[in-house]
């Protein structure tokens, strides 16, 4: 429908095809033309006014994906295009999506021209237009606020198709999408504006999935869709269908207030061979998701074998860590902390370690992960901070035997997210008779900014109760230093990535010494993580750096082991066995 503009209506230098352009661009009505493939081809600015799309973001692009709910080929439009008739005109009521995601009923006259490739349809909506609510029967079976199935109709109903396609390995897929930093959403926008940003995407899930046949809420920001493929191509029509659902997440959601962009990690799950348990593909589609998140979010995951030997490992660590306390298979090591400037130690960090009976030592980046997810992280760390603050308690009434200073304890994101940790703190100071000022928690840069407002709450709790606040891993994940001056902070710990690149990398030594300045500058004390070479302490005392710690000092190493002096030589080893 593109044309020249160049002459005024009615003169001389317009053509026809120039007045008929500028007939549709003033037409009152949205006028939208489709072509025999479903794509979009015409589009005026009544229609921009009606459905919010411009025509840059719209021409090109296939209208049962942007523009209509539910499944292309039955909708009025595709009925009509895979007619064979000249000229027809009906009168019908579109459900169309707007731009921001909610859906707009409009009247519309579709005229079909054309026949074949060069088939069209063009309609002519009507200006009256209204927001609709999807009403969810009061059956127990649908989810109130979206109006999709809930949990019990989706379990019900891939129950029955796990029975009927038993015989047809890969016939059926399971589609769990969980939304990226939901938590962080909620905070910024509410929970009416949270609310209004899941019934949005229901919205536009319906009508990405189409023939699809079913769509359902699991609850939270967690929704399900159910693939069948009777001829076992089940996972090629859920791959085309986490693009789809990919592409209706790509627009944002408008809320008062503003935009919300919107991500999502999604898992996918086959009935391959031997899968014929509804629980089981559920928990595989689970496994898969949590993969994506793993992985970074905003991104699909297909469960496969290798996947399932890493669930299974998984599962296994999870059982095994619930007998791992009462057990007395987890253990502390203990790795000092060394002043630079006088070569003494200063403090050391508690570093966990599971002793499995059948394993053998553990090291945490094996099973940390596991007890972050299943919440185990929450009575772990609790067990991890009393344990050291005893231990640090006990050296002090030794005399110099042991470390003097503080000790170092890690807080995990579930740890802070739980409304019990400040509490939890206070009472083990209470018990242990540590003095706050002895106790330092650590916090990971990720753990902090994942939810920064939240943390930022959490932290100014734990600071009234007169501990040490440390960022643990600076540089590893993504920094705001805005929040970073918000932080009642004291330390800042040095991820070991850009330790051991000095002297390495060029370019090392300047970014070592901008991260020194910047924490100097808001009044923190900086602690080099991994050294391990002279080489690497010589920069670190050049640059200025207050703390370090590393194999270079001390491996990490049990209580009874670790025997650390005042006023030692750095470098020398700081620890030795007793």
């Given at each position: 429908?593109d044309?020249?503009?160049?002459?005024?209506?009615?003169?001389?230098?317009?053509?026809?095809?120039?007045?008929?352009?500028?007939?549709?661009?003033a037409?009152?009505?949205?006028?939208v033309e489709?072509?025999?493939?479903?794509?979009?081809?015409?589009?005026?600015?009544?229609?921009?006014?009606?459905?919010?799309w411009?025509?840059?973001?719209?021409?090109?692009?296939?209208a049962?994906?942007?523009?209509?709910f539910?499944?292309?080929?039955?909708?009025?439009?595709?009925?009509?295009?895979?007619g064979?008739?000249?000229?027809?005109?009906?009168?019908?009521?579109?459900d169309?999506?707007?731009?921001?995601?909610?859906?707009?009923?409009?009247?519309?006259?579709?005229?079909?021209?054309?026949?074949?490739?060069?088939?069209?349809?063009?309609?002519?909506?009507?200006?009256?237009?209204?927001?609709?609510?999807?009403a969810?029967p009061?059956?127990?079976?649908?989810?109130?606020?979206?109006?999709?199935?809930?949990?019990?109709?989706?379990?019900?109903?891939?129950?029955?198709a796990?029975?009927e396609?038993?015989?047809?390995?890969?016939?059926?897929?399971?589609?769990?999408?969980?939304?990226?930093?939901f938590?962080?959403?909620?905070?910024?926008?509410?929970?009416?504006?949270?609310d209004?940003?899941?019934?949005?995407?229901?919205?536009?899930?319906?009508?990405?999935?189409?023939?699809?046949?079913?769509?359902a809420?699991r609850?939270?920001?967690?929704?399900?869709?159910?693939?069948?493929?009777?001829?076992?191509?089940?996972?090629?029509?859920?791959?085309?269908?986490?693009?789809?659902?990919?592409?209706?997440?790509?627009?944002?959601v408008?809320?008062e207030?503003?935009?919300?962009?919107l991500?999502?990690s999604?898992?996918?799950?086959?009935?391959?061979?031997?899968?014929?348990?509804?629980?089981?593909?559920?928990a595989?589609?689970?496994?898969?998701?949590?993969?994506?998140?793993?992985?970074?979010?905003?991104?699909?995951?297909t469960?496969?074998?290798?996947?399932?030997?890493?669930v299974?490992?998984r599962?296994?660590?999870?059982?095994?860590?619930?007998?791992?306390?009462?057990?007395?298979?987890?253990?502390?090591h203990?790795?000092?902390?060394?002043?630079?400037?006088?070569?003494?130690?200063?403090g050391v960090?508690a570093?966990?370690r599971w002793?499995?009976?059948?394993?053998?030592?553990?090291?945490p980046?094996?099973?940390?992960?596991?007890?972050?997810?299943?919440g185990?992280?929450?009575?772990?760390?609790a067990?991890?901070?009393?344990?050291a603050?005893?231990q640090?308690?006990?050296?002090?009434?030794r005399?110099?035997?042991?470390?003097r200073?503080?000790v170092?304890?890690?807080?995990?994101?579930?740890?802070?997210?739980?409304?019990?940790?400040?509490?939890?703190?206070?009472?083990i100071?209470?018990?242990?008779?540590?003095?706050p000022e002895?106790?330092?928690?650590?916090?990971?840069?990720?753990?902090?900014?994942?939810?920064?407002?939240?943390?930022?709450?959490?932290?100014?709790?734990?600071?009234?109760?007169?501990?040490?606040?440390?960022?643990?891993?600076?540089?590893?994940?993504?920094?705001s230093?805005?929040?970073?001056q918000?932080?009642?902070?004291d330390?800042?710990?040095?991820?070991?990535?850009?330790?051991?690149?000095?002297?390495?990398?060029?370019?090392?030594?300047?970014?070592?010494?901008?991260?020194?300045?910047?924490?100097?500058?808001?009044?923190l004390q900086?602690?080099?993580?991994?050294?391990?070479?002279?080489?690497?302490?010589?920069?670190?005392?050049?640059?200025g750096?207050?703390?370090?710690?590393?194999?270079?000092?001390?491996?990490?190493?049990?209580?009874?082991?670790?025997?650390?002096?005042?006023?030692?030589?750095?470098?020398?080893?700081?620890?030795a066995?007793?």
């Amino acid at each position: 429908m593109d044309g020249a503009t160049g002459a005024p209506p009615g003169s001389s230098g317009a053509t026809a095809e120039d007045r008929l352009e500028r007939l549709i661009a003033a037409w009152p009505d949205g006028i939208v033309e489709i072509d025999r493939r479903g794509t979009v081809v015409g589009w005026n600015a009544a229609a921009e006014g009606l459905l919010g799309w411009s025509r840059a973001q719209v021409v090109g692009t296939f209208a049962g994906e942007t523009l209509l709910f539910g499944a292309f080929a039955h909708t009025p439009v595709g009925l009509l295009l895979a007619g064979d008739g000249r000229g027809e005109a009906v009168d019908v009521q579109l459900d169309l999506r707007h731009r921001d995601g909610h859906l707009v009923r409009a009247r519309a006259r579709l005229v079909a021209s054309g026949a074949g490739r060069g088939r069209t349809v063009s309609g002519f909506l009507r200006p009256a237009v209204e927001r609709v609510r999807v009403a969810a029967p009061d059956d127990g079976l649908h989810d109130r606020l979206t109006g999709l199935a809930n949990g019990i109709l989706f379990g019900t109903t891939l129950a029955q198709a796990v029975e009927e396609s038993a015989a047809t390995p890969g016939s059926l897929a399971v589609v769990l999408l969980d939304l990226d930093r939901f938590t962080a959403i909620n905070s910024s926008v509410g929970h009416a504006g949270g609310d209004a940003v899941l019934t949005a995407l229901a919205r536009r899930l319906a009508a990405a999935t189409g023939e699809v046949d079913l769509v359902a809420r699991r609850g939270g920001d967690q929704f399900l869709a159910l693939v069948r493929e009777p001829y076992g191509a089940a996972g090629l029509r859920a791959a085309a269908l986490t693009d789809r659902i990919r592409l209706a997440l790509a627009q944002p959601v408008a809320v008062e207030g503003g935009e919300v962009f919107l991500a999502a990690s999604i898992g996918v799950a086959l009935n391959t061979f031997g899968v014929d348990d509804p629980d089981v593909l559920l928990a595989h589609a689970e496994g898969a998701m949590e993969q994506a998140k793993r992985r970074g979010g905003s991104r699909v995951e297909t469960f496969g074998e290798s996947l399932r030997i890493q669930v299974l490992d998984r599962m296994a660590t999870e059982h095994s860590l619930h007998r791992a306390l009462e057990r007395r298979e987890l253990m502390l090591h203990y790795q000092p902390v060394v002043e630079l400037a006088g070569s003494r130690t200063v403090g050391v960090e508690a570093l966990i370690r599971w002793d499995h009976p059948d394993r053998g030592l553990v090291p945490p980046n094996r099973f940390i992960a596991v007890a972050e997810e299943s919440g185990l992280i929450v009575p772990i760390g609790a067990w991890v901070l009393e344990q050291a603050c005893h231990q640090l308690r006990a050296w002090h009434a030794r005399g110099p035997v042991g470390p003097r200073g503080s000790v170092e304890v890690n807080l995990s994101a579930r740890q802070i997210d739980d409304p019990e940790i400040v509490r939890t703190v206070e009472s083990i100071l209470t018990r242990t008779g540590l003095p706050p000022e002895c106790l330092t928690l650590e916090i990971t840069e990720s753990a902090l900014m994942r939810d920064a407002g939240a943390a930022l709450v959490v932290l100014r709790a734990l600071k009234e109760l007169g501990v040490l606040l440390a960022i643990d891993d600076f540089g590893a994940g993504y920094s705001s230093l805005s929040y970073l001056q918000r932080f009642p902070l004291d330390i800042l710990k040095i991820d070991r990535m850009f330790v051991e690149e000095l002297g390495v990398r060029s370019g090392a030594r300047e970014i070592v010494a901008a991260v020194i300045n910047l924490a100097h500058a808001l009044r923190l004390q900086v602690v080099a993580e991994g050294v391990e070479t002279e080489r690497q302490l010589a920069v670190l005392q050049s640059l200025g750096c207050d703390l370090a710690q590393g194999f270079l000092f001390s491996h990490p190493l049990p209580a009874a082991e670790l025997r650390v002096g005042v006023g030692v030589g750095v470098g020398s080893g700081l620890a030795a066995s007793a």
